[in-house]
């Protein structure tokens, strides 16, 4: 029996050195090249580190990353980025507005994503902005409608997730979080994933978070993807319920980790989860890893929860006899 693979959701917390690096490029105290140059030194000391910890797919951390969505808008045409917006908390960003046609002119994430991949024999997902999450993230001044946005940002990260599989990928998430946020849209959320996801043969997965579950389930199975990976810790389990109701037809990432407290979750606790997982679903549709992004928890903090997730999900393994 196998299963029971481990992984994150893809960002982790930046290293203070680059944090001051990304300070100084801002002030023009350094150059590009000094600053990608410590990105990559970041990127590789993720790598160790998810390696050190036993983890089965791995992700570059997206040392090189801002805001998730600014960053792919910085990186396409139609696109101007306004001041600082609130988040949430004391969060904030430069929020993205589209002022033209949106256009994708050369690879984002291709680079990044080669050089981290011959930092490790483990395969390295691609992680790609959807376009319904860019579109909702972002201020619209050009087109008439939401749907013309969305609809143009798809096309244009499908060829992002097209040069990502000609680059290696096995594994490329497209991130969703607002996908629930309008129930009444998910229709053209479903169509915007068919556009993104036609031709590719990597296993697609996408990320929601934190969202209103029950109001697009089980229709958000029509989500043109393999796995659909969603914040589970963070509400207790809850929607396994769900599920139970309504069968769950694809792979599942399952979050143990709750990455919006400062506490270190027990290896009990995880194992609890892990093992509720399975009242559900085979070891081979779960893929254990963390709520959602690490970057808002210090490095420590990070290093701690994974350390947990990854033991519990060893001992889960051995106790089932599972490869």
């Given at each position: 029996m196998k299963g029971l693979l481990?992984?994150?959701?893809?960002?982790?917390?930046?290293?203070?050195?680059?944090?001051?690096?990304?300070?100084k490029f801002s002030r023009k105290e350094i150059t590009m090249q000094e600053l990608e140059s410590l990105e990559r030194k970041a990127t590789e000391d993720v790598i160790?580190?998810?390696?050190?910890?036993?983890?089965?797919?791995?992700v570059d951390g997206e040392m090189y990353r801002g805001d998730m969505a600014t960053f792919f808008a910085r990186?396409?045409?139609?696109?101007?980025?306004?001041?600082l917006v609130r988040s949430y908390g004391n969060r904030y960003y430069k929020k993205p507005v589209a002022v033209r046609k949106i256009k994708r002119t050369k690879p984002i994430t291709t680079e990044m994503f080669k050089f981290t991949?011959?930092?490790?024999?483990?395969p390295v997902k691609g992680i790609l902005t959807g376009p319904y999450t860019m579109t909702d993230w972002s201020f619209n001044e050009y087109y008439s409608s939401r749907k013309d946005m969305i609809i143009d940002?798809?096309?244009?990260?499908?060829?992002?997730?097209?040069?990502?599989?000609?680059?290696?990928?096995?594994y490329i998430q497209i991130d969703e979080p607002a996908i629930s946020t309008r129930p009444e849209e998910l229709d053209l959320a479903i169509d915007a994933m068919k556009?993104?996801?036609d031709g590719i043969n990597a296993?697609?997965?996408?990320?929601i978070c934190y969202g209103d579950f029950e109001k697009i389930y089980p229709k958000m199975l029509e989500l043109p993807v393999d796995q659909i990976d969603l914040e589970m810790a963070n509400s207790n389990f809850d929607f396994l319920n769900l599920f139970k109701k309504?069968?769950?037809?694809?792979?599942?990432?399952?979050?143990?980790?709750?990455?919006?407290?400062?506490?270190?979750?027990?290896?009990?606790?995880?194992?609890?989860?892990?093992?509720?997982a399975l009242e559900v679903f085979s070891p081979d549709k779960v893929f254990v890893d963390p709520d959602c992004g690490l970057k808002t928890r210090t490095e420590k903090e990070a290093y701690q929860k994974l350390k947990v997730m990854a033991e519990a999900t060893m001992d889960v393994k051995k106790e089932l006899n599972i490869e």
């Open positions: 481990t992984t994150t959701v893809g960002s982790f917390p930046k290293p203070e050195y680059l944090k001051k690096a990304r300070a160790r580190l998810q390696e050190t910890l036993g983890l089965d797919i791995l990186n396409m045409e139609g696109f101007k980025i306004s001041g991949q011959k930092l490790t024999s483990k940002l798809a096309y244009a990260i499908h060829d992002e997730a097209v040069d990502l599989e000609s680059a290696g990928a096995r556009i993104v996801t296993k697609t997965i996408t990320h309504y069968k769950f037809t694809k792979e599942i990432g399952f979050g143990v980790i709750d990455v919006h407290t400062h506490k270190t979750e027990t290896k009990e606790y995880v194992k609890n989860g892990i093992r509720k």
